[in-house]
Nanobody
Framework: QVHLVESGGGMVQAGGSLRLSCAASAASGRTFSSYAVGWFRQAPGKEREFVAA????????VHADSVSGRFIISRDNAKNTVYLQMNNLKVEDTAVYYC????????????????WGQGTQVTVSS
Protein backbone atom coordinates (compact mmCIF):
# COMPACT_ATOMS: atom_id res chain seq x y z
CA GLN A 1 0.00 0.00 0.00
CA VAL A 2 1.20 3.47 -0.90
CA HIS A 3 0.19 6.59 0.99
CA LEU A 4 -0.03 9.57 -1.36
CA VAL A 5 -0.64 13.28 -0.79
CA GLU A 6 -1.70 15.69 -3.52
CA SER A 7 -0.71 19.37 -3.54
CA GLY A 8 -0.24 22.33 -5.85
CA GLY A 9 -3.81 23.22 -6.65
CA GLY A 10 -5.15 26.75 -6.66
CA MET A 11 -7.01 29.39 -8.61
CA VAL A 12 -5.78 30.51 -12.01
CA GLN A 13 -7.15 32.36 -15.01
CA ALA A 14 -7.87 30.57 -18.25
CA GLY A 15 -4.67 30.15 -20.23
CA GLY A 16 -2.56 29.93 -17.10
CA SER A 17 -0.49 27.07 -15.70
CA LEU A 18 -0.21 25.03 -12.52
CA ARG A 19 1.95 22.11 -11.46
CA LEU A 20 0.46 19.47 -9.20
CA SER A 21 2.53 17.14 -7.05
CA CYS A 22 1.72 13.66 -5.79
CA ALA A 23 4.13 12.70 -3.04
CA ALA A 24 4.55 9.33 -1.37
CA SER A 25 5.46 9.06 2.27
CA ALA A 26 9.01 8.02 3.11
CA ALA A 27 7.73 4.65 4.29
CA SER A 28 6.04 4.12 0.91
CA GLY A 29 8.99 5.23 -1.19
CA ARG A 30 10.40 1.86 -2.23
CA THR A 31 6.94 0.62 -3.22
CA PHE A 32 6.03 3.87 -4.93
CA SER A 33 9.01 3.70 -7.27
CA SER A 34 7.79 0.36 -8.63
CA TYR A 35 4.16 1.45 -9.14
CA ALA A 36 2.36 3.10 -12.02
CA VAL A 37 0.76 6.37 -10.92
CA GLY A 38 -2.17 8.25 -12.31
CA TRP A 39 -3.87 11.60 -12.00
CA PHE A 40 -7.65 11.82 -11.97
CA ARG A 41 -10.20 14.59 -11.52
CA GLN A 42 -13.75 15.05 -10.42
CA ALA A 43 -15.80 18.11 -11.26
CA PRO A 44 -18.97 19.00 -9.31
CA GLY A 45 -21.83 16.74 -10.33
CA LYS A 46 -19.64 14.55 -12.51
CA GLU A 47 -17.94 11.20 -12.11
CA ARG A 48 -14.24 10.93 -11.42
CA GLU A 49 -12.30 10.64 -14.67
CA PHE A 50 -8.85 9.60 -15.80
CA VAL A 51 -6.42 12.40 -16.69
CA ALA A 52 -2.96 10.89 -17.11
CA ALA A 53 -0.81 7.92 -16.08
CA UNK A 54 2.88 7.08 -15.96
CA UNK A 55 4.58 3.72 -15.54
CA UNK A 56 7.11 2.97 -12.82
CA UNK A 57 10.17 4.04 -14.83
CA UNK A 58 8.61 7.08 -16.46
CA UNK A 59 9.16 5.94 -20.04
CA UNK A 60 5.51 5.19 -20.75
CA UNK A 61 2.79 7.81 -20.32
CA VAL A 62 -0.87 8.06 -21.26
CA HIS A 63 -2.92 11.25 -21.37
CA ALA A 64 -6.66 11.63 -21.79
CA ASP A 65 -7.69 13.21 -25.07
CA SER A 66 -9.16 16.19 -23.22
CA VAL A 67 -5.76 17.18 -21.82
CA SER A 68 -3.37 15.84 -24.47
CA GLY A 69 -0.99 18.55 -25.62
CA ARG A 70 -1.72 20.70 -22.56
CA PHE A 71 -0.93 18.49 -19.54
CA ILE A 72 2.26 16.50 -18.99
CA ILE A 73 2.74 13.80 -16.37
CA SER A 74 6.25 13.05 -15.10
CA ARG A 75 7.93 11.48 -12.09
CA ASP A 76 11.05 11.72 -9.97
CA ASN A 77 11.49 8.46 -8.10
CA ALA A 78 14.40 9.88 -6.13
CA LYS A 79 11.91 12.34 -4.65
CA ASN A 80 9.01 9.84 -4.47
CA THR A 81 6.93 12.32 -6.43
CA VAL A 82 4.80 12.38 -9.57
CA TYR A 83 3.96 15.70 -11.19
CA LEU A 84 1.21 16.98 -13.45
CA GLN A 85 2.20 20.08 -15.37
CA MET A 86 -0.96 21.77 -16.56
CA ASN A 87 -0.65 24.43 -19.25
CA ASN A 88 -3.22 26.46 -21.17
CA LEU A 89 -5.82 25.70 -18.52
CA LYS A 90 -9.49 25.94 -19.44
CA VAL A 91 -12.55 26.64 -17.33
CA GLU A 92 -13.63 23.03 -17.90
CA ASP A 93 -10.45 21.82 -16.16
CA THR A 94 -11.93 23.03 -12.87
CA ALA A 95 -12.12 20.00 -10.55
CA VAL A 96 -10.62 18.28 -7.56
CA TYR A 97 -7.53 16.44 -8.75
CA TYR A 98 -6.45 13.14 -7.20
CA CYS A 99 -3.54 10.77 -7.65
CA UNK A 100 -3.43 7.06 -7.06
CA UNK A 101 -1.01 4.19 -7.68
CA UNK A 102 -1.04 0.52 -8.60
CA UNK A 103 1.53 -2.04 -9.77
CA UNK A 104 -0.37 -2.33 -13.07
CA UNK A 105 -0.63 0.50 -15.58
CA UNK A 106 -3.88 -0.98 -16.82
CA UNK A 107 -5.50 -0.63 -13.41
CA UNK A 108 -4.45 3.01 -13.23
CA UNK A 109 -5.83 3.86 -16.66
CA UNK A 110 -9.07 2.04 -15.85
CA UNK A 111 -9.48 4.05 -12.62
CA UNK A 112 -9.62 0.78 -10.71
CA UNK A 113 -9.41 2.16 -7.18
CA UNK A 114 -11.69 1.79 -4.18
CA UNK A 115 -10.11 4.44 -1.96
CA TRP A 116 -8.94 7.97 -2.58
CA GLY A 117 -7.09 10.76 -0.80
CA GLN A 118 -8.37 14.28 -0.24
CA GLY A 119 -7.17 15.62 -3.56
CA THR A 120 -6.27 19.20 -4.46
CA GLN A 121 -8.70 21.77 -5.85
CA VAL A 122 -8.00 23.43 -9.19
CA THR A 123 -10.21 26.35 -10.16
CA VAL A 124 -9.90 28.03 -13.54
CA SER A 125 -11.71 31.31 -14.09
CA SER A 126 -12.61 32.91 -17.40
Amino acid sequence: QVHLVESGGGMVQAGGSLRLSCAASAASGRTFSSYAVGWFRQAPGKEREFVAAINWSGDNTVHADSVSGRFIISRDNAKNTVYLQMNNLKVEDTAVYYCNADPKMGTVVAVGFASWGQGTQVTVSS
